[in-house]
């Protein structure tokens, strides 16, 4: 049966040290090439834009009653409309979930 090889405390410190830092270089690299693009502001039509700042006068009025117990639901249904508005709702209130 072979002998194992062996190794002194130092070497041993020295080739976790070296493998460690390989490690966080080659996560910081990766890191740094998987950031996204920021995205482009992307304009919001007119029709979009009012009915935005209907939602947002009507989330001030259940804010300002304010007892906790309301249910505010919002229902659209247009069929057959160029203009969606479903991607510019949520990315204008994304933040509020």
């Known amino acids: 049966m072979p002998k194992p090889i062996r190794m002194n405390h130092r070497s041993r410190t020295a080739a976790w040290a ?10 910081a690299g990766l890191n740094a090439s998987s950031a996204p693009d920021p995205q482009p502001e992307n304009s919001v039509s007119a029709e979009c834009a009012e ?5 947002e006068k009507q989330l001030a ?6 007892t906790g117990e309301e249910v505010l639901a919002f ?22 979930q």
């Open 61 to 66: 009025k259940v804010k300002q009653k304010g």
């Open 18 to 27: 070296v493998l460690c830092a390989a490690g966080l270089a080659a996560t």
């Open 75 to 96: 229902s659209r249904l247009r069929i057959g409309t160029e203009d969606d508005c479903d991607d510019d709702l949520r990315n204008h209130f994304r933040g509020d």
């Open 51 to 55: 009915l935005i700042a209907g939602i």
